[in-house]
């Protein structure tokens, strides 16, 4: 028995840009595939979203693909529907979408704002309408919930500034939804991943004030008082947790998965 058997869940960032390594919303998607769960595969690119779905069919799970860019309102009613309409509802909602440094995030002093517009409206009001939209079919269900992928950039020391207030934005989110959404049986809880190796956090670094990828990742990995960065699938185990009835008594909490790095930083 999967920990998610007979659940619908819709990951929202289910695909990945390129990279070496894993991103945390395909890993989350074909763990919650591995644990018995409908997947929901949501990417504003159909085909990144439909090769997840091809890895957790080749797991023996089941899963759909679908397109959506969650910065156009429409878009997300459009994709909440569709699957309301071929799955009858919705179970859990893991909201894994972020922007940073390939929109043109930097510090406050240098940004611009549109790179700071595009951030916002990607990270944290495209987080928002999600929400909005999928929590009208968890009301009627009473019964739901809800991952948001926040970041410990938003409580630590931080230089870009449209990301760490975006991700900051995401906990007042989780916290609001938790207290609002408990009278109808509904749990919502962020996730706040320290320095991960993943393709969003590496491949925009590479290159940058000369860094070769092994100096980026050797320089990230310095940083963390377990020895090296997390990866994919450590987000995708705590989401994992979260989403699942062991944490049936578990409500906005931002949990940090940072191998012991808030600790040193404070």
Same mark, same amino acid.
């Given at each position: 028995?999967?920990?998610?058997?007979?659940?619908? =869940?819709?990951?929202?960032?289910?695909?990945? +840009?390129?990279? %070496?390594?894993?991103?945390?919303?395909?890993?989350?998607? %074909? $763990?919650?595939?591995?644990?018995?769960? *409908?997947?929901?595969?949501? !990417? /504003?690119?159909?085909?990144?979203?439909?090769?997840?779905?091809?890895?957790?069919?080749?797991?023996?799970? +089941? =899963?759909? =693909?679908?397109?959506? &860019?969650?910065?156009?309102?429409?878009?997300?009613?459009?994709?909440?529907?569709?699957?309301? !309409? /071929?799955?009858?509802?919705? &179970?859990?909602?893991?909201?894994?979408?972020?922007?940073?440094?390939?929109?043109? &995030?930097?510090?406050?002093? #240098?940004?611009?704002? !549109?790179?700071? !517009?595009?951030?916002?409206?990607?990270?944290?009001?495209?987080?928002?309408?999600?929400?909005?939209?999928?929590?009208?079919?968890? %009301?009627?269900?009473?019964?739901?919930?809800?991952?948001?992928?926040?970041?410990? =950039?938003?409580?630590?020391? *931080?230089?870009?500034?449209? *990301?760490?207030?975006?991700?900051?934005?995401?906990?007042?989110?989780?916290?609001?939804?938790?207290?609002? *959404?408990?009278?109808?049986?509904?749990?919502?809880?962020?996730? $706040?991943?320290?320095?991960?190796? +993943?393709?969003?956090?590496?491949?925009?670094?590479?290159? /940058? &004030?000369?860094?070769?990828?092994? @100096?980026?990742?050797?320089?990230? #990995?310095?940083?963390?008082?377990?020895?090296?960065?997390?990866?994919?699938?450590?987000?995708?185990?705590?989401?994992?947790?979260?989403?699942?009835? @062991?944490?049936?008594?578990? +409500?906005?909490?931002?949990?940090?998965?940072?191998?012991? @790095?808030?600790?040193?930083?404070?």
């Amino acid at each position: 028995m999967g920990r998610l058997d007979g659940k619908v =869940a819709v990951v929202v960032g289910a695909g990945q +840009t390129p990279g %070496q390594t894993i991103g945390n919303g395909r890993a989350t998607a %074909q $763990l919650f595939g591995r644990e018995g769960a *409908y997947v929901v595969a949501v !990417d /504003r690119h159909l085909d990144a979203a439909e090769a997840t779905v091809s890895a957790i069919r080749e797991d023996g799970g +089941t =899963a759909l =693909a679908l397109a959506a &860019d969650i910065t156009v309102e429409r878009e997300i009613a459009g994709f909440v529907s569709e699957t309301v !309409d /071929r799955l009858g509802g919705i &179970d859990v909602l893991h909201n894994n979408v972020g922007v940073s440094l390939a929109a043109g &995030d930097g510090p406050v002093a #240098d940004i611009t704002s !549109d790179a700071f !517009d595009v951030v916002i409206a990607t990270n944290l009001r495209g987080m928002v309408l999600t929400c909005k939209h999928v929590l009208q079919v968890m %009301q009627a269900q009473q019964s739901g919930v809800i991952v948001n992928i926040a970041s410990t =950039a938003a409580v630590l020391d *931080y230089p870009n500034i449209a *990301y760490k207030t975006s991700k900051a934005g995401v906990i007042a989110l989780t916290e609001n939804l938790a207290i609002t *959404y408990a009278p109808f049986g509904i749990r919502v809880n962020c996730i $706040l991943p320290g320095l991960m190796n +993943t393709p969003m956090a590496i491949e925009p670094r590479v290159g /940058r &004030d000369g860094l070769s990828r092994e @100096q980026v990742i050797a320089l990230r #990995d310095s940083r963390v008082p377990l020895g090296k960065m997390g990866t994919a699938w450590d987000v995708a185990e705590a989401a994992l947790f979260l989403a699942s009835p @062991q944490a049936g008594f578990i +409500t906005g909490v931002a949990l940090t998965v940072d191998g012991g @790095q808030s600790l040193r930083n404070g």
